[in-house]
């Protein structure tokens, strides 16, 4: 009998977020993978869970895949976990989703944390629709992905690192102007969150005069 692969979401900040159901599962699977054992090792002592840890990240996910599949064809149960909220949601996993389809083994995610969702709530925005397009290109297509923003009506969500959310807000302003609000949160559901609100030209104010720490999600409103 194949085994099943669990997606297990893990806090994007305050350890307290951790589901009941996340933990039993990862305690009773045969393995978790994860993209930072050293990281994902503080979250299991934490919670006193002894499974076994094995990295499975973007570096080294073609080399392991083949053992991981034959693992859950033999019988095991295996949770993948990134290092902060829902895998896949900008993190490794689509190889491992697609060639657990192609055997077909069964796939269960749970529900829980993703940093963009509580973002987008407290923006404020008109929710109604929206559209989630991840991290801008670090160089080749930034400027590219930055003008397509003019063209969405919906509601936009992106994430962005701390070291060039002033560069993004800058370029924003250069290719789209100043016309439509911006929400910046930061630190989700840790104990400095934050969440900043105006139009570029306010932001990038505000992040000059407070260097920006943390991990940020950008609202961008509808049109």
């Not at 951790?18 to 009773?28: D, G, H, P, S």
């Not at 000059?208 to 409103?221: C, D, L, Q």
């Amino acid at each position: 009998m194949k085994g099943k692969l669990f997606i297990v979401p893990t806090p994007v900040g305050n350890l307290s977020d951790m589901t009941f159901r996340a933990i039993e599962m990862l305690k009773n699977a045969d393995r978790i993978l994860c993209e930072d054992t050293r990281q994902s090792k503080k979250l299991c002592d934490h919670f006193q869970i002894n499974t076994p840890l094995s990295p499975f990240h973007k570096m080294n996910e073609y080399k392991v895949l083949d053992h991981y599949i034959h693992e859950l064809i033999s019988g095991k149960m295996i949770c993948l976990i990134s290092d902060a909220g829902t895998p896949l949601i900008s993190d490794p996993g689509n190889l491992l989703i697609d060639k657990c389809i192609e055997n077909e083994i069964k796939i269960e995610t749970l529900p829980g944390a993703t940093a963009f969702v509580p973002a987008l709530v407290n923006s404020g925005f008109d929710l109604s629709q929206f559209v989630f397009l991840g991290f801008p290109p670090h160089k080749k297509g930034r400027q590219t992905f930055i003008k397509n923003i003019s063209n969405e009506n919906r509601t936009i969500v992106i994430y962005e690192s701390p070291y060039r959310v002033v560069k993004f807000l800058e370029e924003y302003k250069e290719w789209i102007g100043d016309e439509r609000l911006l929400s910046i949160s930061r630190e989700i559901s840790k104990k400095f969150e934050e969440t900043k609100r105006g139009n570029a030209s306010d932001l990038i104010e505000h992040f000059k005069k407070t260097p920006p720490k943390g991990e940020f999600v950008v609202v961008i409103a509808s049109k």
